[in-house]
C-alpha cells in the first residue's frame, strides 16, 4: 500500500526556533506538496516540488521554505517560528501529470509554537 | 484559475437521514473533481472522484456524487447517516497537467446525532 509518512504528529516549539517537518513517500513519485490547515480556510498550499532539487511557492510561503534532496524526502522549513504558525500541516505526493488521481496524505504534524 | 467553493461551514443531521454537501466549483478547462474525508487527528482520505465519464460517481462508505456542468456543481450525498460519518468533508478541483495542482475548499464539519 501506497505511503505517505510524516515524522512527528505533534509538536511544540518555541517563538524563534527553527523548526523541521519531514514528510517521507515510498511510492517513487515526482511530485510533493506541503500544506497548511486551518479552521474555516480549508488547505492551502505553501509549496511544492515536481522533481529532486526543484520547488515552487504555493499560496501563502512566507515563512516558510523547503528541500527537496531525495525524490521521497520533502521537508518543510519554519526558519524562525510564531505563534501565527500554529496549525496542522499536511504533506501529499502524487505522480506527474496525474492529475485525474488526486494526491496520497500523510497523517498530519500539529505544531504549536509558543 | 480554479476554485471551490462549499456551502455551509457546518451541517448537522440525524443518524438516518440524508447526508447532503454541497460544493461548487469554477474552472476555465473541464475539471478534475474529489471529495476527500477527514477524521479527527487523522490526514486526508479520498473518498470518490469525477474525472471523466458517467457524471454519477460512487465512492467508499456509500457516499456518492453527481457532477453538474451546467451548474458548476459537485454535490456529496449518503442517503443514510451513520455517527462514523461524523468527519470534515473537503471538496478539491483539480485540472490536467504535470502542474495540475489541488485547490479546496473550506471544509464542511458534518455533525450526526443520535
Known amino acids: 500500500d501506497v505511503k505517505v509518512t510524516q515524522s512527528s504528529r505533534y509538536l511544540v516549539k518555541r517563538t524563534g526556533e527553527k523548526v523541521f517537518l519531514e514528510c517521507v513517500q515510498d511510492m517513487d513519485h515526482e511530485n510533493m506538496f506541503w500544506y497548511r490547515q486551518d479552521p474555516g480556510l480549508g488547505l492551502r498550499l505553501i509549496y511544492f516540488?515536481?522533481?529532486?532539487?526543484?520547488?515552487e511557492k504555493g499560496d501563502i510561503p512566507e515563512g516558510y521554505s523547503v528541500s527537496r534532496e531525495k525524490k521521497e524526502r520533502f521537508s518543510l522549513i519554519l526558519e524562525s517560528a510564531s505563534t501565527n504558525q500554529t496549525s496542522m500541516y499536511l504533506c501529499a505526493s502524487r505522480l506527474p501529470g496525474q492529475a485525474n488521481y488526486g494526491y496520497t496524505f500523510g497523517s498530519g504534524t500539529r505544531l504549536t509554537v509558543v | 484559475a480554479q476554485s471551490v467553493t462549499q456551502l455551509g461551514s457546518h451541517v448537522s443531521v440525524s443518524e438516518g437521514a440524508l447526508v447532503l454537501l454541497r460544493c461548487n466549483y469554477s474552472s476555465s478547462v473541464p475539471p478534475y473533481l474529489f471529495w476527500y474525508v477527514q477524521y479527527p487527528n487523522q490526514g486526508l482520505q479520498l473518498l470518490l472522484k469525477?474525472?471523466?465519464?458517467?457524471?454519477l460517481v460512487k465512492g467508499i462508505n456509500g457516499f456518492e456524487a453527481e457532477f453538474k456542468k451546467s451548474e458548476t456543481s459537485f454535490h456529496l450525498t449518503k442517503p443514510s447517516a451513520h455517527m462514523s460519518d461524523a468527519a470534515e468533508y473537503f471538496c478539491a478541483v483539480s485540472v490536467y497537467g504535470n502542474t495540475g495542482k489541488l485547490i479546496f475548499g473550506q471544509g464542511t464539519t458534518l455533525q450526526v446525532k443520535p
Open positions: 469525477y474525472t471523466t465519464g458517467a457524471t
Open positions: 516540488s515536481y522533481d529532486v532539487k526543484m520547488k
